[in-house]
T-cell receptor
Protein backbone atom coordinates (compact mmCIF):
# COMPACT_ATOMS: atom_id res chain seq x y z
CA UNK A 1 0.00 0.00 0.00
CA UNK A 2 0.87 3.67 -0.09
CA UNK A 3 2.70 5.39 2.73
CA UNK A 4 4.38 8.70 3.50
CA UNK A 5 7.25 9.10 5.93
CA UNK A 6 7.89 12.56 7.19
CA UNK A 7 10.63 14.13 9.25
CA UNK A 8 9.63 14.16 12.88
CA UNK A 9 9.32 17.41 14.68
CA UNK A 10 9.07 19.69 16.30
CA UNK A 11 11.41 21.93 14.35
CA UNK A 12 12.42 25.27 15.84
CA UNK A 13 14.26 27.83 13.75
CA UNK A 14 15.22 31.45 14.00
CA UNK A 15 13.74 33.91 11.54
CA UNK A 16 15.53 33.96 8.16
CA UNK A 17 16.97 30.47 8.68
CA UNK A 18 16.88 27.84 5.96
CA UNK A 19 14.19 25.19 6.26
CA UNK A 20 14.15 21.61 5.07
CA UNK A 21 11.45 19.12 6.00
CA UNK A 22 12.14 15.66 4.60
CA UNK A 23 9.43 13.52 3.05
CA UNK A 24 9.73 10.12 1.38
CA UNK A 25 6.97 7.99 0.00
CA UNK A 26 6.05 4.49 -1.05
CA UNK A 27 3.52 4.00 -3.80
CA UNK A 28 2.57 1.28 -6.21
CA UNK A 29 2.11 3.57 -9.21
CA UNK A 30 2.81 7.17 -10.12
CA UNK A 31 1.32 9.37 -7.43
CA UNK A 32 0.81 13.09 -7.21
CA UNK A 33 2.58 14.66 -4.26
CA UNK A 34 1.43 17.47 -2.02
CA UNK A 35 2.46 19.63 0.90
CA UNK A 36 -0.35 20.91 3.12
CA UNK A 37 -0.01 23.46 5.90
CA UNK A 38 -2.19 23.79 8.98
CA UNK A 39 -2.02 27.10 10.81
CA UNK A 40 -3.20 27.17 14.43
CA UNK A 41 -6.96 26.82 14.66
CA UNK A 42 -7.43 26.44 10.92
CA UNK A 43 -8.00 23.65 8.42
CA UNK A 44 -5.36 22.17 6.17
CA UNK A 45 -4.47 24.30 3.18
CA UNK A 46 -2.73 23.13 0.05
CA UNK A 47 0.73 24.70 -0.03
CA UNK A 48 2.13 23.19 -3.23
CA UNK A 49 1.93 20.11 -5.38
CA UNK A 50 3.70 18.16 -8.13
CA UNK A 51 2.09 15.64 -10.40
CA UNK A 52 5.01 13.95 -12.14
CA UNK A 53 8.69 13.21 -11.74
CA UNK A 54 11.06 16.20 -11.76
CA UNK A 55 8.19 18.65 -11.35
CA UNK A 56 8.86 21.43 -8.86
CA UNK A 57 6.00 22.81 -6.84
CA UNK A 58 6.40 26.27 -5.36
CA UNK A 59 4.34 28.76 -3.39
CA UNK A 60 5.01 31.54 -0.88
CA UNK A 61 8.76 30.93 -1.08
CA UNK A 62 8.41 27.20 -0.39
CA UNK A 63 9.62 24.65 -2.94
CA UNK A 64 9.60 20.89 -3.32
CA UNK A 65 10.82 18.74 -6.20
CA UNK A 66 9.31 15.37 -7.10
CA UNK A 67 12.27 12.96 -7.09
CA UNK A 68 11.21 9.59 -8.42
CA UNK A 69 14.68 8.06 -8.12
CA UNK A 70 14.80 8.73 -4.38
CA UNK A 71 11.00 8.65 -3.85
CA UNK A 72 11.25 11.99 -2.07
CA UNK A 73 9.47 15.33 -1.98
CA UNK A 74 11.41 17.44 0.51
CA UNK A 75 10.05 20.85 1.43
CA UNK A 76 12.47 23.79 1.46
CA UNK A 77 12.39 27.50 2.10
CA UNK A 78 15.39 29.77 1.98
CA UNK A 79 14.37 32.22 4.68
CA UNK A 80 11.56 31.41 7.10
CA UNK A 81 9.39 33.96 8.83
CA UNK A 82 7.53 33.88 12.13
CA UNK A 83 4.30 33.64 10.15
CA UNK A 84 5.44 30.29 8.72
CA UNK A 85 4.95 28.67 12.12
CA UNK A 86 2.48 25.86 11.49
CA UNK A 87 2.19 22.11 11.03
CA UNK A 88 3.27 20.83 7.62
CA UNK A 89 1.92 17.60 6.11
CA UNK A 90 3.35 15.72 3.17
CA UNK A 91 0.78 13.68 1.24
CA UNK A 92 0.32 11.62 -1.87
CA UNK A 93 -2.64 10.83 -4.04
CA UNK A 94 -2.94 7.93 -6.39
CA UNK A 95 -5.85 7.15 -8.65
CA UNK A 96 -7.94 4.47 -7.00
CA UNK A 97 -10.28 2.02 -8.64
CA UNK A 98 -13.10 4.49 -8.11
CA UNK A 99 -13.24 8.11 -9.15
CA UNK A 100 -12.15 9.62 -5.86
CA UNK A 101 -8.46 10.32 -5.36
CA UNK A 102 -7.66 9.54 -1.79
CA UNK A 103 -4.87 11.27 0.10
CA UNK A 104 -2.33 9.44 2.23
CA UNK A 105 -0.71 11.74 4.78
CA UNK A 106 2.56 11.82 6.64
CA UNK A 107 2.50 12.39 10.38
CA UNK A 108 3.01 16.14 10.16
CA UNK A 109 5.91 18.33 11.27
CA UNK A 110 5.41 21.18 13.69
CA UNK A 111 7.51 24.21 12.72
CA UNK A 112 8.09 27.08 15.12
CA UNK A 113 9.95 30.14 13.92
CA UNK A 114 11.33 32.44 16.59
CA UNK A 115 11.83 36.18 16.03
CA UNK B 1 -10.75 30.08 -2.44
CA UNK B 2 -13.03 27.20 -1.58
CA UNK B 3 -14.16 27.14 2.03
CA UNK B 4 -15.25 24.16 4.07
CA UNK B 5 -16.79 24.57 7.50
CA UNK B 6 -17.34 22.12 10.30
CA UNK B 7 -19.74 22.29 13.19
CA UNK B 8 -19.23 22.07 16.05
CA UNK B 9 -15.58 22.94 16.42
CA UNK B 10 -15.46 21.07 19.70
CA UNK B 11 -17.86 18.91 21.65
CA UNK B 12 -17.83 17.07 24.95
CA UNK B 13 -20.31 14.24 25.42
CA UNK B 14 -20.98 11.47 27.88
CA UNK B 15 -20.19 7.86 27.16
CA UNK B 16 -23.08 6.10 25.42
CA UNK B 17 -24.51 9.17 23.73
CA UNK B 18 -24.36 10.02 20.03
CA UNK B 19 -22.76 13.05 18.46
CA UNK B 20 -23.33 14.52 14.99
CA UNK B 21 -20.66 16.52 13.18
CA UNK B 22 -21.52 18.58 10.11
CA UNK B 23 -19.26 19.36 7.18
CA UNK B 24 -20.33 21.99 4.67
CA UNK B 25 -18.80 23.29 1.47
CA UNK B 26 -19.73 26.96 1.54
CA UNK B 27 -19.04 28.21 -1.96
CA UNK B 28 -18.84 25.15 -4.16
CA UNK B 29 -20.59 21.86 -4.74
CA UNK B 30 -18.75 18.82 -3.52
CA UNK B 31 -19.65 15.51 -5.09
CA UNK B 32 -17.19 13.78 -2.78
CA UNK B 33 -16.38 14.43 0.85
CA UNK B 34 -13.82 12.63 2.99
CA UNK B 35 -13.77 12.07 6.73
CA UNK B 36 -10.48 11.76 8.58
CA UNK B 37 -9.50 11.08 12.14
CA UNK B 38 -6.35 12.51 13.68
CA UNK B 39 -4.74 11.39 16.91
CA UNK B 40 -2.25 13.66 18.69
CA UNK B 41 1.03 13.90 16.80
CA UNK B 42 -0.15 11.39 14.23
CA UNK B 43 -1.23 11.36 10.61
CA UNK B 44 -4.69 12.03 9.36
CA UNK B 45 -6.27 8.62 8.86
CA UNK B 46 -8.96 8.33 6.24
CA UNK B 47 -12.14 6.88 7.73
CA UNK B 48 -14.53 7.00 4.80
CA UNK B 49 -15.29 8.50 1.44
CA UNK B 50 -18.74 9.99 1.04
CA UNK B 51 -20.39 10.47 -2.35
CA UNK B 52 -23.54 12.54 -2.64
CA UNK B 53 -26.63 10.42 -2.93
CA UNK B 54 -24.93 7.09 -2.31
CA UNK B 55 -23.60 5.04 0.56
CA UNK B 56 -20.24 5.94 2.03
CA UNK B 57 -17.21 3.76 1.41
CA UNK B 58 -15.48 2.91 4.65
CA UNK B 59 -11.81 2.12 5.12
CA UNK B 60 -10.79 -1.20 6.53
CA UNK B 61 -11.20 -1.33 10.28
CA UNK B 62 -13.74 1.50 10.50
CA UNK B 63 -17.08 0.39 11.92
CA UNK B 64 -19.92 1.43 9.64
CA UNK B 65 -22.54 1.13 12.35
CA UNK B 66 -20.56 3.25 14.75
CA UNK B 67 -19.58 6.05 12.38
CA UNK B 68 -22.69 6.86 10.35
CA UNK B 69 -22.07 9.07 7.35
CA UNK B 70 -24.76 10.84 5.38
CA UNK B 71 -24.10 12.93 2.28
CA UNK B 72 -27.59 14.16 1.51
CA UNK B 73 -26.71 17.17 -0.59
CA UNK B 74 -23.83 18.55 -2.64
CA UNK B 75 -22.86 20.89 0.18
CA UNK B 76 -23.43 18.86 3.33
CA UNK B 77 -22.08 15.66 4.80
CA UNK B 78 -22.61 14.53 8.38
CA UNK B 79 -20.70 12.11 10.58
CA UNK B 80 -22.57 10.66 13.55
CA UNK B 81 -20.57 8.88 16.22
CA UNK B 82 -23.06 6.51 17.81
CA UNK B 83 -22.82 5.23 21.37
CA UNK B 84 -19.61 7.13 21.86
CA UNK B 85 -16.90 5.81 24.17
CA UNK B 86 -13.76 7.47 25.53
CA UNK B 87 -11.63 5.75 22.88
CA UNK B 88 -13.60 7.66 20.23
CA UNK B 89 -12.15 10.90 21.56
CA UNK B 90 -10.19 12.39 18.70
CA UNK B 91 -9.93 15.20 16.18
CA UNK B 92 -12.24 14.62 13.22
CA UNK B 93 -11.54 16.46 9.98
CA UNK B 94 -13.56 16.54 6.80
CA UNK B 95 -12.55 17.57 3.32
CA UNK B 96 -14.50 18.25 0.18
CA UNK B 97 -13.37 17.59 -3.33
CA UNK B 98 -14.04 20.04 -6.09
CA UNK B 99 -14.12 18.19 -9.38
CA UNK B 100 -12.23 20.30 -11.91
CA UNK B 101 -12.04 18.77 -15.33
CA UNK B 102 -8.53 18.33 -16.63
CA UNK B 103 -6.81 19.04 -13.31
CA UNK B 104 -5.71 17.09 -10.34
CA UNK B 105 -8.74 17.95 -8.26
CA UNK B 106 -7.94 19.33 -4.88
CA UNK B 107 -9.38 18.60 -1.51
CA UNK B 108 -10.41 21.51 0.69
CA UNK B 109 -10.29 20.84 4.40
CA UNK B 110 -12.50 21.91 7.24
CA UNK B 111 -10.99 23.21 10.50
CA UNK B 112 -11.75 20.00 12.37
CA UNK B 113 -13.93 19.00 15.31
CA UNK B 114 -12.44 18.02 18.66
CA UNK B 115 -14.54 15.29 20.27
CA UNK B 116 -14.04 14.40 23.92
CA UNK B 117 -16.06 11.56 25.39
CA UNK B 118 -16.18 11.42 29.17
Amino acid sequence: GNSVTQMEGPVTLSEEAFLTINCTYTATGYPSLFWYVQYPGEGLQLLLKATKADDKGSNKGFEATYRKETTSFHLEKGSVQVSDSAVYFCALSEESSGSARQLTFGSGTQLTVLP
Amino acid sequence: GAVVSQHPSWVICKSGTSVKIECRSLDFQATTMFWYRQFPKQSLMLMATSNEGSKATYEQGVEKDKFLINHASLTLSTLTVTSAHPEDSSFYICSARSPLAGRVSEQYFGPGTRLTVT
